[in-house]
């Protein structure tokens, strides 16, 4: 059985929570949710050693997505650099090209489907490894 992995989930819409909890459910990941910037950035910072990757809501209005990230960014140590995912509904190319320069590793769009979440946690979070994005 794959070890579980455990991803912070930011964002400031409960129904966007829910559904993404309700699409992880039965998967080998342990969701921890947070309702705002602020909070999910205190959490990241608190438990960065148990944190495999971040999906991060861009829209929030007390600390963006981008801002939460570039802290975070800031703040890992160095050899450990987790996949921080923007979770998003700005699809544009010039828009998708600035989450990247900002210090994350991948977008996912909203609105999402169960099938592009696993995906991209796969991509992200290979079976078996500890999390570690490459550089």
Do not use: W
């Amino acid at each position: 059985m794959d070890r579980q992995r455990t991803i912070l989930l930011v964002d400031d819409n409960f129904m966007n929570r829910r559904l993404v909890a309700a699409m992880l459910h039965g998967k080998p990941y342990r969701l921890i949710e947070r309702e705002s910037g602020r909070e999910g950035l205190a959490c990241a910072l608190a438990q960065r050693d148990e944190l495999d990757l971040l999906l991060l809501d861009v829209g929030m209005p007390d600390l963006t997505g981008t801002e939460l990230c570039r802290r975070f960014r800031e703040a890992e140590e160095a050899g450990r650099r987790r996949p921080v995912i923007a979770y998003t509904a700005h699809a544009m190319a010039d828009e998708r090209q600035a989450f990247l320069v900002a210090g994350f590793s991948d977008i996912l769009i909203k609105p999402i489907t169960r099938e592009e979440l696993l995906a991209l946690l796969a991509r992200h979070l290979p079976p078996g490894e500890p999390a570690k994005e490459q550089p």
